[in-house]
């Protein structure tokens, strides 16, 4: 099995920045890609990014695109979302999440809040 815990959560103004970081550990050689997800309040849980674990795939949500940017390193079997020109609707729970060779997401992290005020 593998575990995730992502840090890197917080509270930042409209237009500022942060950045996510998931390290996984455990059965990381299992992993197919990695990826984002958010759920705000009131709301189902959206997909937000992925990478290829292998493969250097990356695939974003339209409404993150050009906005954030996804990165791993193998070595350290680490993923990280950099989020620049936040807005108030980005705030919510952000989950990573493994993806196995099924297409299934069946690892998630614990989550971190992100908020943005305006």
């Known amino acids: 099995q593998v575990q995730l815990a992502e840090s890197g959560g917080g509270l930042v103004q409209a237009g500022g920045s942060l950045r996510l970081s998931c390290a996984a550990s455990?059965?990381?050689?299992?992993?197919?890609?990695m990826g984002w997800f958010r759920q705000a309040p009131g709301k189902e849980r959206e997909f937000v990014g992925r990478i290829g674990w292998s493969v250097n795939s990356i695939n974003y949500a339209d409404s993150v695109k050009g906005r954030f940017t996804i990165s791993r390193d193998k070595a350290k079997n680490t993923m990280s979302l950099q989020m620049n020109s936040l807005k108030p609707e980005d705030t919510a729970v952000y989950y990573c999440?493994?993806?196995?060779?099924?297409?299934?997401?069946?690892?998630w992290g614990q989550g971190t809040q992100v908020t943005v005020s305006s």
């Open positions: 455990g059965r990381t050689f299992t992993m197919y890609a």
């Open positions: 999440a493994v993806q196995s060779a099924l297409g299934t997401w069946n690892v």
